[in-house]
C-alpha cells in the first residue's frame, strides 16, 4: 500500500545539524511533488518546504530559509530534510507528506502522509 | 503570506448534530487552492477536501467544503462519533502554504 516513513530525527543541541529521511513505497514516488510540514507538541501544523517531482521547484517556509535544505533522490524512492543551525523553536514532529495529483504543480493538497519524527532541540 | 484564521476555536456539539467550521484568508486564495484535513491525536492528518469543495478519495459525503476567494467553509452534516478530532485548513495556491490553527471538535 501506500506509504510514507519518516526516520533521522532525535535530540541535538542547538545549533547542530541532522537529515531526516522519508522513505517512500507503494507509488512512483518520481512523479509526485513532496513536502515536510512540521508540528510542534501540542500545537497545528506548519507547512514546513516543498520540492516538485524533478527538483527543479523549491519553497521553503521564511523561518527556515537558509537553515533547511529538502532534496530528494528518485532512484532511492527517498525525500530529504537537512536541518541546520537548529534552534528551540525548531523542536517538532516532522512529517513528510505526497501530493495528491500526478505531475502536477506543486501547488497541491496532501494526500498521504507520514507519521512523523520527532526533533527536539536541547539547550 | 496569507494568514488563515478558523473559527470557532472549539465546537462542542453531540452525535448526530451538524458541524460547521469557517476559515477565512487574509487574502483571496487563488484557484480555490483550499484543503480542509482532519488530525485525532496521535495520528497523522487525513485529506478531506481540496480544491475548496472536492471530497478526497474515501472521504464519507456527511463532509462537504464550499466557499471562495477569502471565505470557506466545511460542513459535517451529521457527527458521527469518530468525527470529533481536530480540523485545519490549508491554503496551498501560494508559498509559503500555511495552515489555519485548527478547530477542535469535541463531544458536547
Known amino acids: 500500500q501506500v506509504q510514507l516513513v519518516e526516520s533521522g530525527g532525535g535530540v541535538v543541541q542547538s545549533g547542530r545539524s541532522l537529515t531526516l529521511s522519508c522513505a517512500a513505497s507503494g507509488f512512483t514516488f518520481s512523479t509526485y511533488g513532496m513536502h515536510w510540514v512540521r508540528q510542534a507538541p501540542g500545537k497545528g501544523l506548519e507547512w514546513v518546504a516543498v520540492?516538485?517531482?524533478?527538483?527543479?521547484?523549491?519553497f521553503y517556509v521564511d523561518s527556515v530559509r537558509g537553515r533547511f535544505t529538502i532534496s530528494r533522490d528518485n532512484s532511492k524512492n527517498t525525500l530529504y530534510l537537512q536541518v541546520s543551525s537548529l534552534r528551540a523553536e525548531d523542536t517538532a514532529v516532522y512529517l513528510c507528506a505526497k501530493a495528491l495529483t500526478y505531475g502536477a504543480h506543486v501547488r497541491d493538497a496532501f494526500d498521504i502522509w507520514g507519521q512523523g519524527t520527532m526533533v527536539t532541540v536541547s539547550s | 503570506e496569507i494568514v488563515l484564521t478558523q473559527s470557532p476555536g472549539t465546537l462542542s456539539l453531540s452525535p448526530g448534530e451538524r458541524a460547521t467550521l469557517s476559515c477565512r484568508a487574509s487574502q483571496s486564495v487563488s484557484g480555490s487552492y483550499l484543503a480542509w484535513y482532519q488530525q485525532k491525536p496521535g495520528q497523522a492528518p487525513r485529506l478531506l477536501i481540496y480544491g475548496a469543495s472536492s471530497r478526497a478519495a474515501g472521504i464519507s459525503d456527511r463532509f462537504s467544503g464550499s466557499g471562495s476567494g477569502t471565505d470557506f467553509t466545511l460542513t459535517i452534516s451529521r457527527l458521527e462519533p469518530e468525527d470529533f478530532a481536530v480540523y485545519y485548513c490549508q491554503q496551498y495556491g501560494s508559498s509559503p502554504f500555511t495552515f489555519g490553527p485548527g478547530t477542535k471538535v469535541d463531544i458536547k
Open positions: 520540492i516538485s517531482h524533478d527538483g527543479s521547484d523549491i
